[in-house]
């Protein structure tokens, strides 16, 4: 699902090609990817390169570590809220595993996830003042009025809010509020990185079972 989402973001990159051969490569010959730092290793005629997601683009990697960061979360986020496009309600809420994990619960997770780092950490606030639940597990759970277009919509929204939380914010200024205890922004971001990117690896198997059924 994600890589497929990647696919859809972008045009096909192009190979940059030299005005000679290498040495031994026939010009009518299409070759693969070349490793980076075997400098001779010159494409010649490349076939088309796939699609890559929008962090790989010279726009991001020229850009300084904040910003990077930012790109990196933005990208996850964008690709699990997006596994549920196309779903009806009840594959969203179909559950898979023995867990509490469904796609919709996934997404509602994430929620919380961005109102843990972004409100609680950055403002001190309890999760009772916020309106998330005290343990985590508890957020994957999913009420009568969750719907797909309501839990997409509230995941948007925290994004935002997120966004703006830190957007003031420097990588090396701590965050007081999480339980674990100060942590700085550049910690937080990693950790939220890595937990969406498993989330969305937990997403594109659910998907998969469930768009191949």
Request: proline letters at 6%; one cysteine or more; charged letters at 25%.
């Amino acid at each position: 699902m994600a890589v497929e989402r990647y696919l859809r973001w972008l045009p096909a990159v192009s190979v940059a090609t030299s005005p000679r051969r290498s040495r031994g490569a026939r010009a009518s010959r299409p070759l693969g990817p070349i490793s980076a730092g075997c400098s001779d290793a010159t494409v010649w005629n490349a076939a088309p390169m796939p699609s890559y997601p929008p962090t790989f683009a010279d726009q991001v990697v020229a850009q300084p570590a904040r910003a990077q960061f930012e790109a990196f979360l933005d990208e996850h986020r964008d690709a699990l809220n997006g596994c549920l496009d196309g779903l009806t309600e009840e594959q969203a809420r179909r559950s898979l595993v023995t867990s509490r994990t469904t796609l919709l619960g996934l997404v509602k997770h994430a929620t919380f996830v961005e109102k843990v780092w972004f409100d609680e950490a950055v403002t001190c606030r309890s999760r009772a003042e916020i309106g998330i639940p005290a343990a985590s597990e508890d957020s994957f759970i999913l009420d009568d009025h969750d719907t797909i277009a309501t839990v997409q919509q509230a995941h948007r929204e925290a994004c935002r809010a997120s966004r703006r939380a830190t957007s003031s914010l420097g990588l090396d200024d701590i965050l007081h509020g999480h339980r674990r205890g100060p942590l700085p922004l550049r910690w937080v971001y990693l950790h939220v990185l890595r937990e969406l990117a498993q989330h969305c690896g937990h997403a594109d198997i659910l998907r998969e079972q469930l768009i191949n059924e």
